[in-house]
């Protein structure tokens, strides 16, 4: 999970990028937030008011970017209907069967612990959830903890430079087991810096958070016996990797938002680009002290959203990222908070539940005043700026998604001279290039749009054209063979490891299912477009927490709690979680075992 969820920067894809584009052009599909963070700019100046404090950061900033994601919120009682919080969360991993969490309460007699939400295997500790009275929330932060480090190399002698001499990499051994091959010896060559990896001939070394003791455990102890803010934000503190978004709420309903995870301070560069290293004191320099975490607490909003977009305001310290998640998510968040004065957990539910996207509004609104002759551009331009943006039926979502692909590539292909490089080609170039959220049309895009292969200076109504009919004789084409409405082509297979094997599979899989919502929508279900556009990616479950009265709380896991196929809950929660229901999270009535442990002493 923790590989999973930690950020390496993308140094190595970046640097094919300024490879490709230069590195003047490169920066501006690599670097930026674009669009709202979550502390905004005035929360920030009431936290960072100490100036000795805005010194010390700048010292980072002048040595100078799906995944997966998630969200979660949290509303203040002033906000609610019920005058109590309200928290949800929905942590967005990739599909697996069984599921990632499993569901529990556990009570300890005699004493007031309680601790009810969800764990993973192997973990004694309640991971997102609540105990009597502090509940919590989890999203990934993002946090760039993965550097890369390129070494002069003398491969003669196979050694490498530093502080003034070569050294040799240490040689380490590990002994592998491997089936129908008996013990297999790996060697990994290792340097002071950390593990030796080569690209493109280049030999680096990944410095990465593991190469650091880890005190998560010690975090979430802390977490799930904390009795107050106080001790729960002391807990927070010794959370070391995978970085957090965490917002939570107590019963007597405070607020509140903590981004956990240790923040490098770096000694070269800004973790966007590997640097070249010929000194120990070159790589890492420490960690930033917690004091300077961007904590807030009962904001005067009367909300706390996430949804994996920037942590800070552009261009403001610590640097948790140079590279973040555009906002898309975070600002449906916003804007339903903001239309609504009071809220309910029916609210949470509509909010939690939304297909409606924010990258398909941005998009075809920044086209919808140009006029097209052609049939096959206006064919899909009609359906596009006459459609709701919401990713639950009909053609649009399918012509959008092959659209913004198509669009992407006309905007950068001509740019690229090797075929092989195009693969690196991504939709959230075209929304970065655009200066998202608000489509400024200046020098460097009008530079973007036009065709160099061409001698026609073409705008961006021209390139949209093009990439309209080619989304056209693609949609004709596949609806030859396949009704192309959303609810037919966006499925969910639920695949168990043993389910791949062809005479096992009807017993240990599941599918598939229809799965409103796609990509960048709050209602995650990310896809392989490669592949008829199953999901890959969506919400492992949802959770929302009332204060008012735990027993309101609803949540629902992504698939059952057993991972026996002859279970009655090995998919009990499949056809409710893709239906979009919730179960109550507190209600175990229909409970059939319990486990009691009792210690000897």
């Known amino acids: 999970m923790e590989m999973i969820l930690e950020d390496s920067g993308s140094e190595l894809r970046n640097m094919n990028l300024v490879r490709i584009f230069g590195k003047e052009r490169a920066s501006g599909l690599i670097y930026g937030n674009f669009g709202s963070s979550i502390v905004n700019e005035k929360e920030y100046e009431k936290i960072y008011y100490d100036k000795n404090m805005e010194f010390l950061m700048n010292l980072e900033k002048n040595v100078e970017e799906m995944k997966v994601g998630s969200d979660n919120w949290v509303v203040s009682g002033k906000r609610t209907i019920s005058g109590s919080p309200l928290l949800a969360n929905d942590p967005h991993l990739p599909n697996r069967f069984p599921g990632y969490f499993y569901q529990l309460i556990g009570k300890v007699k005699g004493t007031d612990v309680e601790l009810s939400g969800n764990t993973i295997a192997g973990t004694p500790f309640i991971i997102i959830g609540r105990n009597r009275y502090i509940g919590w929330g989890f999203t990934n932060v993002g946090t760039d903890v993965i550097d890369y480090y390129v070494l002069k190399t003398n491969p003669e002698n196979k050694q490498y430079f530093v502080d003034g001499e070569w050294k040799e990499f240490k ?5 592998v087991k491997v089936k129908g091959e008996g013990e297999r010896i790996v ?3 290792t340097s002071v810096f950390g593990p030796i990896i080569e690209s493109n001939g280049i030999i680096m070394a990944r410095h990465s958070v593991f190469l650091y003791p880890s005190k998560i455990f010690k975090a979430l102890y802390g977490m799930n016996f904390a009795k107050n803010i106080d001790e729960f934000i002391k807990a927070l503190s010794h959370f070391t990797a995978p970085a957090q978004n965490i917002v939570f709420a107590d019963t007597k309903g405070n607020i509140g938002y903590y981004p956990s995870g240790v923040i490098p301070i770096r000694a070269k560069g800004d973790g966007s680009l590997p640097v070249e290293v010929t000194k120990t004191e070159e790589s890492w320099k420490g960690f930033y002290d917690e004091k300077y975490k961007p904590i807030v607490l009962n904001p005067d909003k009367g909300y706390i959203a996430t949804a994996n977009n920037p942590v800070l305001p552009e261009n ?5 990222s140079k590279h973040s998640f555009i906002s898309f998510r975070a ?10 004065e009071k809220l309910s957990i029916e609210d949470m539910k509509k909010l939690q539940l939304s297909p409606y996207s924010k990258a398909a509004e941005f998009l075809v609104n920044s086209i ?8 096959k551009a206006l064919f899909v331009f009609d359906k596009l700026i006459n459609w709701d943006f919401k990713m639950d039926k009909g053609i649009a979502p399918f012509l959008f998604y092959k659209f913004e692909k198509e669009l992407s590539k006309e905007i950068f292909s001509d740019e690229i001279k090797d075929k092989k490089d195009k693969r690196f080609i991504s939709v959230f170039w075209t929304y970065r290039i655009m200066k998202y959220p608000k489509f400024e049309e200046d ?3 009008k530079a973007w749009v036009d065709d160099k292969n061409t001698e026609k200076k073409e705008s961006f109504k021209d390139i949209v054209k093009r990439a309209l009919i080619k989304t056209y004789e693609i949609y004709k084409k596949d609806s030859e063979k396949r009704n192309l409405r959303w609810e037919n082509i966006h499925k969910v297979f639920y695949l168990h490891p043993l389910g791949r094997v062809k005479f096992f599979g009807y017993f240990f899989n599941r599918g598939p299912f229809y799965m409103a919502g796609g990509r960048s929508t709050i209602l995650r279900a990310d896809f392989n477009p490669r592949k008829n556009f199953n999901v890959t990616h969506f919400s492992t479950f949802r959770m929302i927490l009332d204060f008012s009265d735990f027993s309101k709380s609803l949540m629902i896991n992504s698939t059952g709690q057993s991972g026996n196929f002859l279970s009655e809950f090995y998919d009990d929660q499949l056809l409710p979680y893709t239906t979009l229901n919730y179960n109550k999270m507190e209600d175990f009535s229909k409970i059939k075992y319990k486990i009691e442990i009792t210690p000897e002493r």
């Open 187 to 189: 060697k990994v060559k």
């Open 368 to 375: 919808k005043g140009f006029k097209f002759k052609d049939e």
């Open 443 to 445: 020098e460097s895009f």
């Open 316 to 320: 403001k310290l610590p640097n948790f």
């Open 331 to 340: 600002d449906v968040i916003k804007e339903f908070f903001d239309k609504k």
């Open 171 to 175: 040689i380490i051994e590990k002994r």
